[in-house]
C-alpha cells in the first residue's frame, strides 16, 4: 500500500507554540479554514488503516477545505 499524506497544518504535541505563537495568529489561521480549526494527529489515523487500503498510489491532501496557503 503506497500513499503520500500531504498535510496542511497538523498541530502536534510540541508543535502549537511554533506553529501558532499566539491566539491571534491561530484565530486568524481558523478563520480561513472552512472547517474552523486546524488538524491534529487524530485528523490522519484513518489514512494508515485498512480501512483506506483502497486508496494507493495517491497523494492525499488534508487541508480541511483551507487552501494551504496563509
Known amino acids: 500500500m503506497v ?3 500531504a498535510p496542511w497544518l ?8 511554533v506553529l501558532v505563537p499566539t491566539p491571534t495568529i491561530k ?4 478563520r480561513n ?3 474552523g480549526r486546524l488538524g491534529m ?3 490522519l489515523l484513518y489514512l ?6 483502497y486508496a494507493t498510489g ?6 480541511g ?3 494551504g496557503r496563509i
Open 58 to 63: 495517491e497523494t492525499i491532501k488534508v487541508l
Open 65 to 67: 477545505e483551507g487552501t
Open 41 to 43: 494527529p487524530e485528523d
Open 33 to 35: 479554514i472552512p472547517v
Open 48 to 53: 494508515g488503516t485498512e480501512a483506506s487500503s
Open 27 to 30: 484565530k486568524e489561521l481558523e
Open 3 to 5: 500513499k503520500c499524506i
Open 10 to 17: 497538523i498541530l502536534a504535541e510540541g508543535s502549537e507554540e
